[in-house]
């Protein structure tokens, strides 16, 4: 049980009482008592498991009792029972964007919808748009959230699969007769989003590996079991396939199923040129060649290096340029976590983060990192309880005393005070120039009016770009993996602002963003433009989210020069052209 597990329960238990017309005041004590869990600043979970919540402005008795038996149980009877007073399928409609409660409650009542597949056939049959409430416009913008669903069914986040991914391979690697394992597959790639995960493992004994994985913890469902390949389902229903090959045969075998397709197309194409087959298990010679049979390979390395390439990393196997520039030995020094010495866009409880700014400070030290940029949301933001300037200069107040501190005690170490700001809707900034001119940094982001059209979008943030304190741009696109498509904007001409400006683009880490598009960064590289690798921290686990920043950074090419937080304290503070704490 997680904070949030709690908070979405709640909000579910309004939303079903709702449903069913009662009372409005306890449907409201449940929706208060949502959003206070989640901006509890204690570890409200443990404070329910130990049932000691009393005191807590917001939760009254009925709450206590039943945040209790949540966390100390992981289930609730009370939820259980109203649940299963309405059909499962009823369940998928809260997942569609754009449709809230009271539409729900609307359709639910009038035209009966009580699954994703009625909710299509009222949305065509215009059924729909005659009820009060709703029109052809909403009737089609629901249909295309549910084409959107339906396109990216069976994906899953790369952040939400990270932790069981590599649980499992630690796991299998635990095992005495595994000689080696990994991820192979889009996970291996860092894709931002895959569809399943393909575990290979060297092992001179595959029926006991495929034994033990098939009865490994968190495996809900087995799909297939044989002599050398597995398939089950976790329980979050993310499929695992599982290959056990011999030792000989390992390298082969994890650089075809790393893949990409389209990059092993290529480099079966290259080795049948030189004279070889290249196949999941070996590199053999060709039909009618002269070529010898090349001993086994021990490593990828190897195997690159054989057909005249350099060591081709997974995330750049998309074959968009990856072998020809291994062949020229043009491939990039890609970035590695290690090179990161500090990241910008944080949040904290001043506006929708959940730690202060000495706990955020003092996980980033724990980190290793020599500065954290606090990038509170600003007064436009109502919603993340955004800061105005009065709010702000306080901070900014806090931020100095904290950084003196700092060097009184000889914490070689530093906190840059920025801003979130909102770009309104025609381009211009949520704080005047004044306040503006008091930060180290700013960046930049749009948080509302995401439906413009591309041009007024892409106008919108060249007019930000142009601003002079905009430091960078933040999720240049708005996107929310699985959830919500990129706003419409024309990115290669909001690259030429910045090219133009010399303004950064993040490479917002969180595993719901991961925004910019990695597809995009060799372009904005060719034309100069920096990345930021952010972790739009809320909270201090989410400095974590660092990790996956890299791995996107990586599969967008990038080098330790073209991220700007890679940089040293001293190199950063030049940068942004603030004078060192003295
Ligand atoms: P996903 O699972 O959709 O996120 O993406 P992948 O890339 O993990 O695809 P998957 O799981 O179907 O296959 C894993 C790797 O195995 C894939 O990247 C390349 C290799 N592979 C699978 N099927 C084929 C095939 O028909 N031809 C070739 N050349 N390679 C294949
Ligand atoms: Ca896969
Ligand atoms: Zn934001």
């Not at 299509?120 to 669903?149: D, H, N, W, Y």
């Not at 057909?307 to 998309?318: A, W």
């Not at 979008?457 to 002079?468: C, E, G």
Request: proline residues 3%; charged residues 30%; aromatic residues 8%.
């Amino acid at each position: 049980m997680t904070r949030d597990d709690l908070a979405d329960t709640l909000e579910e238990i309004a939303l079903l009482l709702e449903l069913k017309g009662e009372n409005p005041f306890k449907i409201r004590a449940y929706r208060g008592g949502a959003e206070i869990v989640r901006q509890f600043s204690g570890d409200i979970v443990l404070l329910a498991k130990n049932n000691e919540l009393k005191g807590i402005k917001g939760i009254g008795d009925a709450l206590q009792q039943k945040l209790h038996e949540l966390a100390s149980t992981g289930k609730l009877d009370f939820y259980e029972n109203l649940r299963a007073e309405f059909p499962e399928t009823l369940f998928d409609l809260f997942k569609i964007p754009g449709l809230g409660p009271k539409k729900i409650k609307a359709l639910y009542e009038a035209l009966a919808v009580d699954s994703v597949a009625k909710l299509k056939e009222v949305a065509e049959s215009g059924e729909m748009a005659k009820l009060s409430g709703f029109g052809a416009k909403t009737a089609e913008k629901i249909l295309e959230a549910i084409a959107f669903r339906e396109s990216n069914a069976d994906r899953f986040r790369l952040g939400d699969v990270a932790g069981a991914v590599a649980s499992i391979l630690d796991d299998l690697k635990a095992h005495p007769e595994c000689l080696r394992a990994e991820a192979a597959g889009s996970y291996r790639r860092a894709k931002e989003t895959v569809h399943d995960i393909d575990f290979l493992v060297a092992s001179s004994k595959p029926e006991l590996i495929i034994k033990y994985f098939v009865s490994l913890e968190g495996v809900q469902k087995v799909i297939a079991e044989g002599a050398t390949k597995a398939s089950v389902y976790l329980e979050s229903g993310l499929q695992c396939d599982l290959r056990v090959v011999s030792n000989e045969e390992y390298v082969c075998a994890l650089a075809y199923f790393t893949g990409s397709k389209e990059h092993n197309v290529v480099m079966r194409g290259r080795a049948l040129e030189q004279g070889y087959t290249l196949n999941e298990y070996r590199l053999g010679v060709k039909e009618g060649s002269d070529k010898e049979v090349p001993p086994a390979f021990e490593t990828e390395a190897q195997l690159y290096e054989f057909l005249g390439l350099e060591y081709i990393p997974p995330e750049l196997r998309e074959n968009t340029g990856e072998v020809e520039a291994a062949e020229e030995g043009d491939l990039p020094r890609l970035i590695e976590v290690e090179n990161l010495r500090g990241t910008f866009h944080n949040h904290t409880v001043a506006s929708d983060g959940k730690n202060t700014l000495e706990e955020m400070a003092g996980a980033a030290i724990e980190l290793g990192l020599q500065y954290l940029g606090i990038a509170d949301h600003s007064k436009s933001s109502f919603q993340a309880n955004g800061l105005d300037a009065s709010r702000l200069r306080k901070q900014l107040n806090e931020i100095k005393a904290l950084n003196q501190k700092f060097t009184e005690e000889g914490t070689k170490f530093r906190v840059f005070a920025g801003s979130e700001v909102d770009i309104l809707k025609d381009g211009s900034l949520d704080f005047d120039d004044e306040m503006l001119g008091e930060l180290d940094y700013v960046v930049a982001s749009v948080h509302n009016a995401m439906t413009l059209s591309e041009k007024d979008m892409t106008d919108r943030l060249i007019k930000a770009v142009n601003h002079p304190s905009v430091t960078m741009l933040g999720h240049l696109t708005g996107r929310l993996l699985l959830r919500r498509e990129p706003y419409a904007v024309n990115i290669p001409a909001v690259i030429d602002a910045c090219a133009e400006t010399g303004t950064i683009i993040e490479l917002n880490a969180n595993p719901w963003r991961l925004d910019m598009d990695w597809r995009w960064w060799k372009l904005a590289t060719e034309k100069g433009v920096k990345c930021s690798i952010n972790p739009d921290a809320h909270s201090i686990d989410h400095l974590d989210f660092l990790w996956f920043g890299v791995r996107l950074a990586r599969k967008g090419w990038l080098t330790r020069e073209d991220v700007i937080n890679t940089r040293d304290l001293t190199d950063i503070e030049t940068f942004l052209n603030v004078d060192p704490v003295s």
